[in-house]
């Protein structure tokens, strides 16, 4: 009965490969989250999709680009990693757009060698 | 855009005493505050949120408060225990234009409670 659910947990990769990240939510929200938490454990935004709608894109690389099948899927999908990348990657998702609660998944440790 | 500051970065209780952490925003027009628990290796859980149509809300032994005029609102945590030991995040709502609101963090709270 997991609610956000999330592929792989844990994710060691070289520098320069390409990989993906999924997300799954089965609490029929409508809005969709990826936030990065580095090092330090400060949590930022980084796309938010609403009912496969792209709303949200922060300043990332577009080495990062997500994509939102259904509405309750996002993934993401990370070009040509660098070290700065590792991190750990963080889906959430809320009812709708606007200042709902975000419910959180277990989270994807990402490390770049 | 929203600027969340949170204080202290790092908080070492004696079980059963109480816990305060402290946030501060800039956009007068945020009207959401909520407060996440975030475990270790797993992912933030709202604990508590607040609207702005109300000062305080307490749930069991964990209460929010919240002062619009100063931009402040604040996580109480009474009567410690070993399992409240977690980072805390404060988050406040940029509320943008044409699209969705985003959750803007604080830096988080390493709460430590000892035995």
């Known amino acids: 009965d997991t609610a956000v659910s999330q592929t792989p947990k844990y994710l060691v990769t070289q520098m320069g490969n390409d990989k993906s990240i999924k997300c799954e939510q089965n609490l029929g929200h409508d809005t969709m989250y990826w936030y990065k938490q580095d090092s330090k454990k400060f949590l930022k935004i980084m796309f938010s999709?609403?009912?496969?709608?792209?709303?949200i894109n922060e300043t990332v690389p577009n080495r990062f680009s997500p994509k939102s099948p259904d509405k309750a899927h996002l993934n993401l999908h990370i070009n040509s990693l660098e070290l700065g990348d590792s991190a750990v990657y963080f889906c959430?998702?809320?009812?709708?757009?606007?200042?709902?609660?975000?419910?959180f998944g277990p989270g994807t440790r990402l490390t770049v060698l | 855009g929203e600027n969340v500051e949170q204080h202290p970065s790092t908080l070492s209780v004696q079980e059963g005493d109480s816990a305060v952490i402290k946030c501060t925003y800039s956009?007068?027009?945020?009207?959401?505050f909520p407060w996440y628990k975030q475990e270790l290796g797993k992912g933030p859980q709202l604990i508590i949120d607040i609207r702005s149509n109300v000062g305080e809300k307490k749930d069991q032994r964990i209460a929010v408060t919240l002062n619009k005029t100063a931009k402040h609102f604040s996580l109480h945590i009474t009567e410690t225990q070993p399992e409240d030991s977690a980072v805390y995040f404060c988050a406040a709502p940029d509320i943008l234009t044409g699209g969705g609101n985003k959750l803007t963090f604080g830096t988080g709270t390493q709460l430590k409670v000892e035995l």
């Open positions: 999709y609403n009912n496969k709608e792209l709303i």
């Open positions: 959430a998702s809320s009812p709708g757009p606007h200042t709902d609660t975000q419910y």
């Open positions: 956009d007068s027009a945020s009207n959401y």
